[in-house]
């Protein structure tokens, strides 16, 4: 270890006053250079201890390292993204997203006080969530709702308020892994809840169920395999005949549904509208093809939601007002019939030619110095554990990079002010143009322009 070179770091109140005279860096909160200065100083002492270092990077150049560091972690964390992957319901990327109208009115909410438990009518104390719930009544025909943080919230109140101490039925074709470890045997077990698997991976017929009824028996549970699919040799029991089957025995039938889909997207994922009627108690997720904020919505028989309601749980699930406000304004639009507002139901429903246009504008913009570019016919998914084995066919614009490398493109547009994620398929950059908002176009072309004068300059 060079002990000489450690002795001549610069002074940390030298590189301070030297960072907030910087045009790049004057605006930055001074704990925020402080703690870039820490983590660089560390950094340079290591490489020095672990004798990797002959000579002291000169002053100015630790700056520049700084400013680097703390200009970076500033573009962290949550920004707003460019989606060009094509997948809607991208759970890295926030799934669905809100929408600029409804983005704004929940913002105007939020921002000051809200009537969030006030009954403006009587100036009574009002109950939280109530606009929400009346809204869903309103859009699904159900005879009462309640919202919470997620669906896996909604399942694991539902299991505890109805279930906890006695036993639940599933078929083992259902017993479902959602990404992010929810996982419906753990979730069963966490309620407080017997499982009670039956029939097999690929069939399970309404006998199965009946057979497993006995006194203990606290409900029937019914799992959408929303991101998988099971084909082949398979069978299942109808929903309207576990409907029968559990109000003969006098049981409840819990339906997760997950999707939650308010419109018809494809024959393969039901509308909540027409699973109501056969659910005691039916959840669904907020922030996936309903297309709002990530919220867990239960909705059913009066009777077992108030129970729900009453759980001591229900106060640690419940959501706060940016998510009641951002679905209340979600649901308002679907009940004034506005659906395009909601822009996963517009991004799903556009046509195969709006997106050949769309790519072929996009196309035109991106300067061709950046390579060979292309528009290519391809096939994407919705995403988010939604519409498995659904095909959405696309179009996207392919580039190929000659002035650089393929990864390098991407890194770079990735760490663009407004970063822009696409897929990397061989030695292209695939940007499909079903998930780009308008004037997207425009800032990729934009972000690819300077990738090419930097390139030109190296
Ligand atoms: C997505 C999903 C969940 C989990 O919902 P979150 O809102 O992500 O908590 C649970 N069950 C099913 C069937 C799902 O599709």
Redo the contacts with the bound molecule.
């Keep these: 270890m060079n002990s000489n070179l450690l002795r001549d770091l610069p002074r940390v109140d030298d590189l301070l006053s030297a960072l907030i005279s910087r045009p790049d860096t004057i605006k930055l909160p001074r704990v925020a250079l402080l703690d870039s200065i820490r983590i660089t100083l560390d950094d340079i002492r290591n490489t020095i201890k672990s004798g990797n270092a002959n000579t002291m990077p000169n002053f100015n150049n630790i700056c520049d390292l700084i400013a680097d560091h703390a200009l970076k972690s500033r573009k962290s964390g949550i920004l707003p993204v460019i989606n060009a992957t094509g997948v809607v319901l991208h759970?890295n990327l926030g799934?669905a997203p809100i929408g600029e109208n409804i983005a704004k009115q929940t913002i105007e909410a939020a921002a000051g006080y809200c009537a969030l438990e006030l009954d403006l009518e009587t100036g009574q104390r009002g109950q939280r969530g109530s606009f929400c719930e009346d809204l869903l009544i309103r859009l699904t025909g159900c005879e009462s709702a309640l919202v919470v943080?997620?669906?896996?919230?909604?399942?694991l109140l539902a299991l505890s308020a109805i279930c906890a101490g006695r036993q639940i039925i599933c078929s083992r074709g259902e017993l479902?892994e959602?990404?992010?470890s929810?996982r419906?045997p753990e979730?069963i077990t966490q309620g407080g809840v017997r499982l009670v698997e039956i029939g097999t991976t690929n069939r399970t017929r309404i006998a199965d169920y009946a057979a497993a009824i006995n006194p203990e028996t606290a409900a029937i549970l019914k799992?959408?395999?929303?991101?998988y699919k099971i084909c082949g040799f398979t069978e299942s029991a109808s929903l309207p005949d576990l409907a029968r089957l559990a109000s003969e025995n006098e049981i409840p039938l819990i339906y997760?549904?997950?999707?939650g889909a308010l419109i018809k997207f494809d024959n393969s994922e039901p509308a909540v509208a027409e699973t109501v009627p056969h659910a005691d108690l039916l959840?669904?997720?907020?922030?996936?093809l309903l297309g709002g904020p990530?919220?867990?919505i239960i909705l059913g028989k009066k009777t077992l939601i108030s129970r729900l309601r009453a759980h001591p749980l229900y106060r640690a699930l419940r959501p706060d007002k940016l998510t009641l406000a951002a679905l209340q304004f979600t649901l308002q639009a679907y009940a004034d019939n506005e659906i395009e507002n909601i822009p996963i139901v517009s991004m799903f429903s556009q046509t195969t030619e709006t997106l050949r246009q769309k790519a072929e504008a996009l196309a035109k913009k991106i300067p061709v110095k950046i390579g060979k570019i292309q528009i290519l016919e391809i096939n994407g998914a919705a995403g988010?554990?939604?519409l498995p084995g659904v095909d959405f066919p696309s179009f996207a614009v392919g580039i190929t990079p000659e002035i650089i490398s393929v990864n390098c493109l991407a890194n770079s547009l990735r760490s663009h002010s407004r970063p822009i994620i696409c897929r990397i398929q061989g030695d292209a950059l695939l940007f499909d143009v079903r998930t780009l908002m308008p004037f997207d176009d425009d800032i990729i072309a934009m972000a690819i322009f300077s990738i090419c004068e930097e390139a030109s300059h190296a």
């Design positions: 759970t799934r943080n997620n669906n896996a919230a909604a399942v479902v959602i990404g992010g929810f419906i979730i799992v959408h395999t929303s991101n997760d549904l997950g999707g959840c669904i997720s907020g922030d996936k990530q919220a867990g988010g554990g939604s």
